[in-house]
């Protein structure tokens, strides 16, 4: 394909470049999901599951476990954005995750 870029030439395809974007992304939040006063009741922040009480700006969620899956989530973004064939791997993992998370969030039973 003739947009295999890889890490040793100087210029970065698109999709490399929009696999970074959001590996950076996710690393940003991964990191704001540990600082207190971005994250509202931080003192309530649980390891895992739904009863953490911190929240990420005070709208969404978070535990420990999902700030370290975010982070480790970002890290894998920045070193797959090196290649061409990475980035879109990466991409289509991040595409497929969100869906799936949103939709987990928006359409499971409360009780």
């Known amino acids: 394909?003739?947009?295999?870029?890889?890490?040793?030439?100087m210029?970065?395809?698109p999709i490399q470049k929009a696999a970074a974007a959001v590996g950076a992304v996710f690393l940003l939040v991964g990191i704001l999901g540990f600082v207190p006063g971005i994250t509202t009741g931080f003192g309530d922040m649980k390891f895992a599951g739904?009863?953490?009480?911190?929240?990420l700006l005070g709208i969404f969620q978070v535990s420990v476990l999902h700030n370290i899956v975010h982070l480790l989530?970002?890290?894998a973004g920045l070193a797959l954005a090196r290649t061409w064939d990475g980035a879109r791997s990466y991409l289509s993992v991040a595409a497929r995750s969100t869906w799936c998370s949103s939709c987990t969030a928006c359409c499971s039973p409360t009780t």
């Open 73 to 75: 989530f970002g890290v």
């Open 11 to 13: 210029t970065a395809s």
């Open 1 to 9: 394909m003739a947009n295999n870029t890889t890490a040793g030439s």
């Open 50 to 55: 739904h009863e953490s009480g911190a929240e």
